[in-house]
């Protein structure tokens, strides 16, 4: 059987959904919401490279975040923040209307994981944190404080110079308003900084990863949010994987690592 995916969209928001048949509103699920990064978007990691997910029950859920790709509205970094959140107040509403068929689809709702990579990463660590319906984060090379990012040794890519990236790259799929936005993240003045957070994801439970030999979002980052972590009353684990670089969420399914995701979510 394959993956199937649905389209829904719900105010601005366009999310897909991936599982193996249409859901049913009688039956809970474990969902699971992925933060892309930048200048990455939610279909760039083919889902089949996590299908492993699908096979053992989770439905995986991949919104475009506000202003950005089929999502309307204004794209700002605080907006990356309120897709997700958005999205998880959607999921708790227990129905949506696929858009190729307009259907009405129904699903009962066991629990909600945020997973991201990179900058999806620290999304999903803010909005985790900002959310009460979110327990567990797993979060891939995130960059957790934007006002130091790029400013130690070992990080080798300028943000900076991304700016000029996006913009060639997918400049109208991002639609960022300005230079002056993309300042706003260099200056680390976008409340999208996971180390503002510590004490909410304290008491969450967090699985970070990252690659020991990452150019672009030093390692030094996750060990040093994860020494934060481990104070509170959360479960929070890290695996550094040896001779990695600069990894996404598509690594998941990695036999080294997805045994022990499943055991940390229980």
């Not at 985790?128 to 400013?151: E, N, T």
């Not at 439970?205 to 040093?224: I, P, Y």
Request: hydrophobic share 40%; aromatic share 12%.
């Amino acid at each position: 059987m394959r993956p199937r995916h649905f389209s829904f969209r719900f105010g601005k928001i366009k999310a897909t959904v991936w599982f193996y048949e249409r859901l049913e509103k009688d039956r809970k699920y474990r969902f699971m919401i992925f933060c892309h990064g930048l200048p990455g978007h939610p279909y760039q990691f083919n889902p089949a490279k996590i299908e492993c997910l699908i096979k053992r029950g989770f439905v995986l859920v991949f919104p475009d975040y506000i202003g950005t790709w089929a999502s309307y509205g204004n794209m700002s970094w605080e907006n990356c923040v309120a897709t997700i959140l958005q999205t998880i107040a959607w999921l708790k509403k227990g129905e949506g209307r696929e858009l190729r068929d307009n259907t009405k689809v129904g699903w009962g709702l066991k629990d909600i994981i945020l997973v991201g990579s990179s900058f999806g990463g620290s999304i999903a660590l803010v909005a985790g944190a900002k959310s009460d319906d979110i327990q567990k984060i797993i979060s891939f090379a995130a960059p957790i404080d934007y006002r130091s990012h790029s400013k130690i040794k070992g990080e080798d890519e300028p943000i900076e110079d991304l700016y000029e990236v996006v913009v060639r790259e997918a400049g109208a799929l991002w639609r960022i308003a300005d230079k002056g936005e993309w300042r706003r993240l260099v200056r680390g003045d976008a409340d999208i900084n996971p180390i503002d957070y510590v004490e909410f994801l304290k008491n969450k439970d967090v699985f970070l990863v990252h690659g020991d030999k990452d150019r672009v979002v030093s390692v030094k980052r996750s060990d040093n949010l994860f020494r934060s972590l481990r104070t509170g009353k959360g479960t929070h684990k890290i695996l550094i994987l040896k001779g990695e670089k600069h990894i996404g969420y598509d690594s998941i399914c990695q036999k080294n690592l997805m045994p022990k995701i499943l055991r940390w979510l229980g």
